[in-house]
């Protein structure tokens, strides 16, 4: 039988006492099923963690906009946002007797939105927003000068982003059930932006899952071509997926750490793609470990001792990359980057303890019909395609070197025209009704109607608006709210929110209330331009400390330092390329005008994390080839074990990330699209051309001070 214990092994291929415990004869079932029946046991009993939504919680501490929410939450009726409900004639003009109907609507919306509150409060439009009150100046509905629309600002209370959703189709199915006929009837302002950003994540995490679990089976299934293998590490990673959801969200509550709607979706792409890409590599071995020992367990346990030291380190690296996200100003990328290392944490656990003993309790038949038999051919010595692609580098190294970095550098060019910043109507990659309702808004009102700049103060009121008012390119301002020694001052620019006019407009408004304490300018573009300059921030602390700690880790494993210097850099060009090659495609085929300004900083986040993986799978092969057989030679037949590997897994990677654009959200289209350009170019080009040349070219220089050959 094939699969006797004692059987041909490879000589001094003795294997630690660890693994021959996960893999061993009696003991493999007990490893696979525990795990597995006490994460099912989980999955059964424990939700995951309960968000508790703040207003603050995706805008950067201590930034002025950030201290507006916090000041305006104090105020009584400000337990949630404001929406603008727009009436608009489908054609002509909307008459008195129209408008005096649209009164008596508001009136009993504003009746049922006022929450009692206490206090010396005032509600309503300012007066002068582009028209006249359909009723006197006690109509809270504002009429344009042009007669065709009319609108409502309109509290909407909510304990939670799930409520606020509700609240606001609910008021979108009343106002639609009112509309007089020849009306139309929409709902924007922040409370309708904010509902429809939610809605896109609704069923999210189940759409994401089944499209991920898809693509990753479809991969497995081309990669392994056996209707049976695919399916161990699918169910091994899958379970360990909704592991790392419950786990971490649980982790984040008890932290008391923000997170949002889209970060258990980004979790379970990257725990799928980093637990798929372990997989990959412990299965390649263990096929080829199978061709030279008898004994199942033996080649398992074989297999196992020599991809730990790749999978611990390049899951420890990407676990502190991560974690380097701790130091961002925005809550929920804090709480992001916790999620997701967990995630890795339990995805390694998974791909090292439950997968090879499961693997191991069925026989060689699993990789059926492609049965890897005792004396066949290993692919370290086979001469497949990528022991031709070494060949060919290897009599050019140095024209591979110039030709690959002058490819990179092309394609980096880009980065030099790349502008961040994404205005609120092209967040979508469909628009909602919120961004079309503020487009027909700003037809017949002044353009920043539906996203006033909101001026929140402790001083004296009226001192603060007439400073307002005095402001170049605010239309009209009035005190909205007042209590408690709070009020809130709303001044309606006359630019188009998202415009650098209207930036500039909050700019000018900020430097007018400088003088009054306690005093804080935010609204939409105000926050905008507190995430760009704070995300600034964010990218120089750190992506250098993110390169750091992957350059610590490179020369602990390695023990050298010309190899992690020339792999950082590396990296680094494979990080410039895929984002100038990436704001190409934005422009040219996409249309995108601009990048979101948390992209690049997770972008060069899972990349550089992700794309060490790489790296270390490649030369801790090459580290251990060079041994016996010389630094050329070595990195050759390292190429040819791995380069299957690193291709196989590095388009699974790409094409999970890519499973981000099933969300209509430019952001995460965008930061998957160019993850996706990303590894591709490094496991098709960087890690199997560039990477091997230079190698070749410096030979035993590249492991210096250290020397791997006896």
């Known amino acids: 039988m094939n699969d006797q214990i004692v059987g041909t092994t490879v000589p001094g291929h003795q294997s630690p006492a660890l693994a021959r415990f996960v893999t061993g004869r009696r003991t493999a079932w007990l490893v696979a099923l525990v795990p597995l029946l006490l994460a099912l046991a989980v999955l059964a009993l424990v939700p995951e963690g309960e968000r508790e939504v703040s207003p603050t919680d995706t805008l950067p501490a201590g930034a002025d906009s950030t201290l507006a929410v916090e000041l305006a939450d104090r105020l009584p009726e400000d337990e949630g946002q404001v929406a603008i409900v727009l009436w608009a004639a489908d054609s002509g003009e909307l008459d008195q007797s129209v408008q005096v109907e649209l009164t008596q609507q508001a009136v009993q919306l504003l009746a049922q939105a006022d929450g009692g509150g206490e206090g010396d409060q005032q509600s309503g439009p300012p007066t002068d927003a582009g028209g006249g009150s359909s009723d006197g100046p006690q109509s809270p509905v504002v009429v344009a000068e042009d007669g065709t629309a009319a609108f409502l600002p309109l509290p909407v209370t909510s304990s939670s982003a799930t409520d606020n959703i509700d609240k606001v189709e609910e008021l979108r199915d009343r106002l639609r059930a009112d509309a007089p006929d020849g009306v139309s009837v929409q ?20 759409r994401l899952l089944l499209a991920t679990a898809g693509v990753v089976a479809l991969l497995l299934i081309i990669t392994y071509r056996s209707p049976v293998l695919w399916l161990v590490p699918l169910t091994v990673v899958g379970i360990a997926d909704r592991l790392a959801a419950i786990v971490s969200t649980n982790v984040l509550e008890v932290a008391g750490m923000a ?19 372990y997989a990959l590599l412990l299965i ?95 692919l370290v010595d086979s001469r497949g395609v990528w022991r031709r692609v070494g060949d060919a580098v290897a009599r050019r190294p140095r024209t ?92 309606v620019p006359d630019a188009t929110p998202g415009s650098d006019r209207a930036q500039a407009v909050v700019a000018a408004v900020r430097d007018a209330v400088s003088g009054f304490d306690d005093t804080h300018v935010g609204g939409g573009d105000a926050e905008a331009i507190d995430a760009a300059d704070h995300a600034a921030s964010d990218r120089l602390l750190i992506l250098p400390l993110i390169l750091v700690l992957v350059l610590g880790a490179l020369l602990l494993l390695l023990r050298s330092v010309v190899a992690p210097l020339l792999l950082v850099a590396t990296v680094v060009a494979t990080y410039a390329a895929s984002m100038g090659a990436s704001w190409w495609l934005f422009r040219s085929v996409f249309g995108f005008e601009a990048m979101d300004t948390g992209v690049p900083l997770l972008a060069f986040l899972f990349l550089v994390a992700l794309g060490v993986d790489y790296n270390i799978f490649l030369v801790t092969r090459a580290r251990e080839e060079a041994r016996e057989h010389g630094t050329r030679t070595g990195m050759l037949r390292a190429l040819t074990a791995t380069g299957g590997v690193i291709t196989s897994a590095g388009i699974l990677l790409a094409a999970v990330f890519a499973v981000l654009g099933v969300l209509p959200l430019v952001v995460l289209a965008q930061l998957g699209a160019i993850i996706f350009v990303g590894v591709l170019l490094d496991t098709l080009v960087v890690r199997t051309v560039l990477v091997p040349a230079l190698a070749l070219t410096l030979g035993e220089r590249f492991w210096w001070p250290r020397k791997v050959t006896a």
């Open 187 to 206: 709902v924007t302002g922040p409370a309708g932006i904010q509902a429809d950003i939610g809605q896109v994540f609704d069923g999210a995490d189940l």
């Open 284 to 378: 390649s071995r263990y096929r080829d470990e199978l061709k030279t020992t008898d004994s199942r367990h033996e080649a398992m346990a074989h297999a196992l001792a020599r991809t730990t030291e790749a999978v611990l380190s390049s899951a420890t690296t990407v676990v502190l990359g991560l974690l380097t996200l701790l130091l961002s100003a925005i809550p929920t990328t804090r709480g992001l980057g916790v999620a997701c290392a967990v995630g890795v944490v339990v995805a390694a656990a998974f791909a090292l303890v439950v997968l090879p003993a499961a693997l191991v309790l069925f026989g060689r038949w699993v990789f059926w019909p492609r049965v890897p038999r005792l004396g066949d051919t290993v």
């Open 259 to 277: 997170w949002d709607e889209s970060t258990v979706g980004i979790l379970s792409v990257l725990v799928f793609g980093a637990g798929t890409d």
């Open 400 to 491: 591979f070197v110039v030709g690959t970095l002058a490819a990179l550098a092309v394609l980096a060019a880009g980065t030099a025209s790349i502008t961040t910043g994404l205005d609120p109507a092209d967040q979508f990659l469909q628009r909602p009704e919120a961004i079309s309702a503020a487009e027909r808004l700003g037809e017949s009102f002044p353009a920043g109607t539906s996203d006033p700049v909101q001026v929140v103060t402790r001083s004296a009121p009226e001192e603060v608006l007439s400073a307002v008012e005095d402001v170049d390119g605010v239309a009209s301002a009035r005190v909205t709210t007042s209590a408690d020694g709070i009020a809130r001052i709303d001044a």
